[in-house]
């Protein structure tokens, strides 16, 4: 198993961050696998796989770039440099461009594990790196960005609740069920390969980046940066009215209700059922009122943001209306 040794001083100071990069970099990952987790993911793919796959037919080279940089169980460094704080998607990027042509096929070698292809012998590797990753960040992410950072706020904010709730050993449980696990002593484990511990020096930075494909991978930047990208809460990452609502459930509360009840199994504010739901302020928060008059939600302050989430009433009954299966989705796997 691949294990971070962590101290307590460091992983008080880590932080949830979003990354544009990050998200396309799942982005792509996702074009590469071409099978969707759910409804939301398939839809997005039937609009643009099709683009992508005639884009790598027009040019076998990045074809097989893509698919070495990927690799088995390593990702290419060059190809996925982990992102600051605050740092754009043309930010990171950048760095991606900025690597020199030895250093990218040296990358390769590694992700694939031997020799490189015949085809990937060459000087220009960054250079199509960076022109893929800003073709999948322009056509099939940047479209969607606003809606994603919202659903990618709510889980930051789940999450942060959750560690100022219980500590820190329950969400890095949570970040990709299975794979993460506080083992305790220090040691945190990050995924199921076999690479040798690593030992994060004190004053390191570590950075949680939660993505909404149900993909996953660890990376960092010498000694001084190390991420962990998740799966965002698979509630969260589907894509609007495209969640069930039980019809028995519907019926006893109302199906707009009801859909909000379903989601809050995770604690969200009205901005991101907002976002989420693709319902009005006005009527997610009357639909609120309801829910929290009848006893099936309540609220929690998290900094300066309220909260909304199930009630033990409320989780009675969406289990019972058989709703509840799957609503802490995460996913599985993981590079790095």
């Known amino acids: 198993m691949g294990l971070w040794q962590i101290d307590t001083d ?12 990050a998200e396309t970099f799942a982005s792509l990952k996702l074009l590469h696998a071409g099978t969707g987790a759910h409804p939301g993911e398939e839809a997005w793919l039937r609009a643009h796989l099709p683009g992508y796959r005639a884009r790598l037919a027009a040019d076998p080279v990045d074809a097989q770039l893509v698919r070495a940089a990927l690799g088995t169980s390593w990702i290419a ?21 900025a690597a020199g042509a030895g250093e990218a ?15 990937l012998e060459r000087d220009d590797l960054p250079g199509r790196a960076t022109a893929l990753l800003t ?13 994603r950072r919202r659903v990618l706020e709510a889980d930051v904010v789940a999450r942060t609740a959750r560690v100022n709730q219980g500590g820190w050993a329950a969400v890095l449980d949570s970040l990709r069920p ?7 002593e220090s040691r945190f484990q990050v995924n ?4 040798p511990p690593r030992e994060i020096a004190a004053g390191a930075e570590l950075l949680f980046m939660p993505v909404t494909p149900r993909t996953s991978w660890v990376s960092w930047e010498g000694r001084e940066r190390y991420a962990v990208v998740y799966p965002c809460l698979g509630v969260l990452a589907e894509e609007p009215g495209r969640r069930p609502v039980p019809a028995g459930l519907g019926a006893l509360v109302g199906t707009a209700r009801a859909g909000l009840l379903v989601l809050l199994g995770t604690p969200m504010s009205t901005t991101q059922l907002v976002a989420v739901t693709g319902q009005g302020l006005g009527s997610v928060g009357r639909h609120l009122r309801v829910l929290l008059d009848a006893g099936l939600v309540e609220r929690r302050r998290a900094g300066r943001s309220v909260l909304y989430v199930r009630t033990a009433a409320g989780e009675v009954l969406v289990e019972a209306s058989g709703a509840g ?11 790095r």
């Open 10 to 21: 460091t992983l008080a100071r880590s932080r949830f961050v979003l990354s544009p990069f």
């Open 77 to 97: 460094d060059f190809f996925c440099p982990t992102s600051c704080v605050g740092e754009s998607f043309e930010e990171t990027v950048a760095r991606v461009r």
């Open 105 to 119: 096929r040296d990358d390769l070698r590694v992700s694939l594990r031997g020799p490189l292809p015949a085809a």
């Open 135 to 147: 073709y999948v960040w322009e056509q099939t992410v940047r479209p969607y960005w606003k809606r």
């Open 178 to 184: 299975g794979t993460t696990r506080w083992l305790g």
């Open 192 to 195: 199921l390969n076999a690479y």
């Open 325 to 335: 299966t799957g609503d802490r989705g995460a996913g599985t796997g993981g590079h």
